[in-house]
Nanobody, 122 residues
């Protein structure tokens, strides 16, 4: 299994970015997929999740109303659309795939990408 994130970069406050999470070796719509982030000096935290099959989506409070997670089954890719970005969103963002179809527990995510840097600064 290989997970590859892309789409990070430098953006001004209020701007937008779309992160992509492409997978090989498994079909993403059969598993829960999560986006996590880790800021310098901070612990990794969950951001958003999409469940396998029915595609139910969930967001942690800091990003509700600003971020949208989605999945393109044909491309076997999960996206994280990030709008109204704030400096506190600056972090390395990771995509991870769980062992199960429905979970938000970080310990259940077993395949991780290498991360993509998102920097929000003027």
């Amino acid at each position: 299994v290989k997970i590859v994130e892309s789409g990070g970069g430098l953006v001004q406050p209020g701007g937008s970015l779309r992160l992509s999470c492409a997978a090989s070796g498994l079909t993403l719509n059969g598993y829960a997929v999560g986006w996590f982030r880790q800021a310098p000096g901070e612990e990794r935290e969950g951001v958003s999740y999409i469940y396998g099959n029915d595609g139910s989506t969930f967001y942690e409070d800091p990003v509700k109303g600003r971020f949208t997670i989605s999945r393109d089954n044909a491309k076997n890719t999960v996206y994280l659309q990030m709008n109204s970005l704030k400096p506190e969103d600056t972090a390395v963002y990771y995509c991870a795939v769980a062992l199960t179809i429905a979970t938000m527990l970080e310990g259940s995510f077993h395949s991780w990408g290498q991360g993509t840097q998102v920097t929000v600064s003027s």
